[in-house]
């Protein structure tokens, strides 16, 4: 069992660097990094304790109390700010807090009392790993501390049912990038709720020397078991799910960005599969809006290597991801960007001033010819005969 505390740590860390290791992310994929950051420091000190190598550790001890005691505060947040597409600080999340301040305070108290004190727990830990729970660190036992800390997280998880359940009600649509979050979210919140409700059996037990259910009391093998599997799929599932690690799948509220006020042909968005090459979707996309708020598509130089410069990524990924998202090669993305930049300019009279080749390059075409041709492609019409329909309608 102390072999699976250790792999639980590496996948922990793994997920940890990987998420934080993302040039940009939402606040949501910070809160989930954190979690797992303090779950898999948690499985490390739990391995190196069973493994009776505290001695060889003496240093990793006490200090990660407040960290423990703080785990269900990024877990809550992660799935409010998913659900709800955001984050907003609310004055009853300090109540989240409770928890890690009793942390704190037992903390500082064991480190500014005499080094016996912290000697006297250590000892403890290294000749009865299980009775470490009933040593008092200053206001509280440990086990208080265990028992306080996993009823929080029991009932954090509760508290977020009633917003996963509407969640899921509100969100029937089968497209497939809504599906696998909500998927994520499903399982995830599942395997939180076991983890909850076998952690708080472990504390009541462990703080009032009972045993909650018989079958458990008599049979603890079997609630260990549960528990280490239960640990196991949290620091796994998340490989089963590439677009919850590599980008920042929005579902809950409508795209109205720059990128996706065109629409180009033959797309349909329940053509949205995994993210190839671990795309940041969503990074993408609002960099995709920041070069058509600079212009830099009329750039009569601005190529596919200057658009993946801009962007952060290969150019293979550039390709890849208009062509999977959008349906359009790169160089279709462009012209098509050029041409909504042109019926913009001629609706805007431009023409009344200008010449057709100056409006062609202004909108980054190298001359009259191939915009028009280009034009009329895309729109069925020729820039002076759409200037004339437009007259007509108006």
Not at 21 to 31: D, M, P, V
Not at 189 to 213: K, P
Not at 329 to 338: A, I, V
């Amino acid at each position: 069992m102390n072999n699976i505390l250790l792999i639980i740590a590496v996948f922990g860390f793994v997920l940890t660097i990987n998420l934080f290791a993302r040039k940009r992310t939402n606040l949501s994929i910070l809160f989930l990094a954190l979690f797992y950051l303090i779950y898999s420091i948690y499985a490390v000190q739990n391995y190196i304790i069973t493994a009776n190598l505290i001695s060889n550790f003496k240093w990793f001890y006490v200090w990660p109390l407040p960290i423990y005691n703080l785990i269900a505060v990024p877990m809550y947040f992660y799935f409010v700010s998913t659900i709800n597409n955001g984050f907003k600080w609310k004055w009853f999340y300090l109540i989240l807090f409770v928890p890690f301040v009793l942390g704190i305070i037992d903390t500082i108290i064991i480190y500014t009392s005499p080094k016996a004190v912290y000697d006297a727990l250590l000892e403890l830990a290294i000749t009865n790993p299980i009775k470490r729970f009933h040593a008092k660190y200053g206001l509280l036992y440990l086990s208080q501390h265990y028992i306080i800390r996993h009823i929080w997280q029991f009932l954090a998880v509760i508290t977020l049912f009633p917003l996963m359940l509407n969640f899921i009600r509100s969100n029937k649509s089968k497209e497939n990038a809504k599906l696998i979050l909500i998927r994520w979210l499903i399982i995830l919140y599942a395997l939180m709720f076991l983890m909850s409700i076998l952690t708080c059996i472990h504390a009541i037990e462990r703080a009032f020397d009972i045993g909650i259910l018989s079958l458990l009391q008599d049979n603890a093998t079997l609630i260990n078991i549960s528990f280490y599997i239960v640990l196991f799929l949290i620091a796994i599932i998340p490989i089963s799910f590439p677009s919850i690690l590599y980008s920042n799948l929005n579902i809950t509220a409508p795209n109205t960005s720059i990128a996706n006020t065109v629409t180009p042909p033959n797309t349909s968005n329940n053509s949205i599969k995994e993210p190839k090459y671990g795309l940041n979707i969503e990074d993408i996309r609002s960099k995709l809006d920041l070069i058509i708020k600079q212009d830099l598509f009329s750039d009569p130089n601005f190529d596919l290597n200057k658009c993946a410069q801009e962007l952060g990524i290969p150019t293979h990924q550039v390709s890849h991801f208009l062509k999977q998202h959008m349906n359009l090669s790169f160089s279709s993305y462009r012209n098509m960007l050029r041409i909504e930049k042109a019926k913009r300019l001629i609706k805007n009279d431009y023409l009344s001033l200008n010449t057709i080749e100056a409006l062609a390059l202004t909108c980054g075409f190298a001359n009259r010819s191939s915009f028009s041709k280009v034009f009329k492609k895309l729109t069925d019409f020729s820039p002076g005969a759409y200037l004339e329909s437009l007259q007509n309608n108006s």
